[in-house]
């Protein structure tokens, strides 16, 4: 018996698969790369079509493997903030637009005339932003009104593959906590955003929670998958809620931090009675009905990275940062704002951009290397200090994480607190297994504890200095955007 898990990331599509204890099958991994497509107009869009194409040859793929013979269960966990709007029959008339996407900036900044977005801030858990729906419909119906009157449904990708595979969809509050359009009290779409924007319950796809699974794939995709053909579907997952799990922090006492193409820092709270605040500049989502998951997202991390190696195609990356370890932190001269893609938390200014400042003859790669390493874990700071009270024990993980240790240092020492780098690789995929596991085994998320590769702990004179360099960051990012 095993399960088969879906993980649609931002940079590839992934299946695998768990047993009934939510532990990886040796040679149970299928993957799949790709990327979104950008623009200097601020699109960040991938095709539904092709999406879709490579997830279906992931999983045509994985269903080749002994342990596949006998499928308990379906889940799936994907990259969201994501928006695709689908015709009657469930055919995709627009990309999806990404949480990336920047496009609806000058929306975000009507819309905020018209909302009291402080209020809209604590119903939703969301903030007025490119990142979340509410700026990206305004936009197309302002741009595309042709194309915008024609969409049937305003959906997720997850609810657009169930469309497809099972003939109809619903929408997990935890992929709908990210849309900006959930009101998190009454856990339905929201009515003063509906009213706004001009749309009904009906534009978008019936809610539940990911528990309430779907069963019974079209002749179409049951003759393709004959395995999965009357295999329960449990509703998707936010990929942010499912990581927190699978890295050991689905209690309030533990905090999770993931730094892959970009980065958050969260916290889940389990309340089924009161609806938690949400601190200024954070977000509050969902890991299921009874789930809060509070935190901050930045649109930069591993992103940076990329982008320094185009920048700098000469430089030995690997000897560069063994440099660095022997360098006193904030040594460069430079101040670094990495917002290379706008900014998310803690100050959601669409429209800011990155910034290097004391740039002079002297300067090297090497120290702007290590400025923008230093520069994304101080953002990361940022919304530690809103998070601060809630525990000292912080699990890390991240592919950008675990492939540099160098890196990993520099967030301790800007977290000021020890970091447990996870063992675990595929930490989203693992916990929608986990929790998956909860509910048809009764396997409490509280027994699990992540292996730890590695333990970084703060090094006191390097965290003076960058506590120092995040005030003169934030000076930077006042006289620039305040």
């Known amino acids: ?134 700026a990206k419909l ?25 469309t497809h595979w099972l003939g109809e969809a619903k929408c997990s509050y935890s992929v709908a906590s990210w849309s900006g359009l959930l009101n998190r009290h009454t856990l339905i779409w929201d009515s003063e955003w509906l009213s706004l924007l001009g749309l009904s319950d009906a534009s978008f796809p019936p809610l539940a929670d990911f528990k309430a699974f779907q069963q019974g794939l079209t002749p179409k995709y049951a003759r393709r998958w004959t395995q999965l053909a009357n295999v329960q579907f449990f509703l998707a997952l936010g990929d942010g809620a499912a990581a927190n799990v699978g890295m050991g922090a689905a209690l309030p006492e533990t905090l999770a931090l993931t730094l892959g193409s970009t980065a958050a820092l969260r916290a889940v709270y389990t309340d089924s009675r009161n609806v938690p605040d949400v601190p200024a500049g954070l977000w509050a989502y969902r890991v299921d009905k009874d789930r809060h998951l509070i935190g901050g997202a930045t649109s930069e991390g591993g992103n940076v990275l990329h982008w320094l190696k185009t920048m700098f195609p000469s430089l030995d990356f690997v000897q560069a940062e063994q440099e660095i370890v022997q360098r006193p932190a904030d040594s460069h001269g430079l101040t670094c704002l990495p917002l290379l893609n706008g900014e998310r938390s803690p100050g959601w200014h669409s429209s800011a951009t990155g910034t290097i400042h004391g740039l002079t003859l002297s300067t090297t790669p090497i120290d702007v290397l290590q400025a923008a390493l230093e520069g994304v874990a101080l953002r990361i700071a940022l919304i530690a200090r809103q998070l601060s009270s809630l525990t000292e024990r912080v699990y890390l993980g991240g592919g950008a994480a675990s492939a540099s240790p160098v890196w990993c240092q520099i967030l301790a020492n800007a977290l000021d607190k020890p970091l447990c780098l996870v063992a675990e690789s595929e930490v989203t995929a693992h916990g929608t297994a986990l929790l998956i596991a909860n509910v048809l085994n009764n396997l409490p998320l509280e027994d699990y504890t992540p292996p730890i590769a590695q333990v970084f702990t703060p090094q006191p004179e390097n965290v003076a200095r960058l506590a120092a360099a995040r005030e003169r960051q934030q000076e930077l990012y006042r006289r620039l955007y305040s």
């Open 1 to 134: 018996m095993s399960y088969l898990i879906i993980d649609v990331g931002s940079s590839s599509v992934r299946a695998i698969l768990y047993d009934p204890q939510g532990r990886a099958i040796d040679g149970g991994f299928v993957s799949r790369p790709y990327q979104f497509s950008v623009s200097a107009s601020g699109a960040s869009t991938v095709d539904a079509e092709y999406l879709r194409d490579l997830v279906e040859v992931c999983v045509g793929d994985i269903l080749t493997h002994p342990a596949a013979q006998q499928i308990r269960a379906v889940g799936m966990a994907t990259f969201v903030g994501n928006l695709l709007g689908v015709d009657k029959l469930g055919n995709a008339l627009t990309p999806i637009y990404t949480y990336a996407d920047t496009q609806s900036k000058d929306d975000a900044s009507l819309l905020a005339q018209q909302m009291d977005c402080d209020d809209s801030h604590q119903r939703t858990g969301c903030l007025l932003h490119t990142a979340y729906h509410p």
């Open 138 to 162: 305004h936009w197309l119906k302002r741009t595309d009104p042709q194309t915008f009157g024609g969409v049937h449904q305003w959906m997720d990708f997850a609810s657009y593959l169930y």
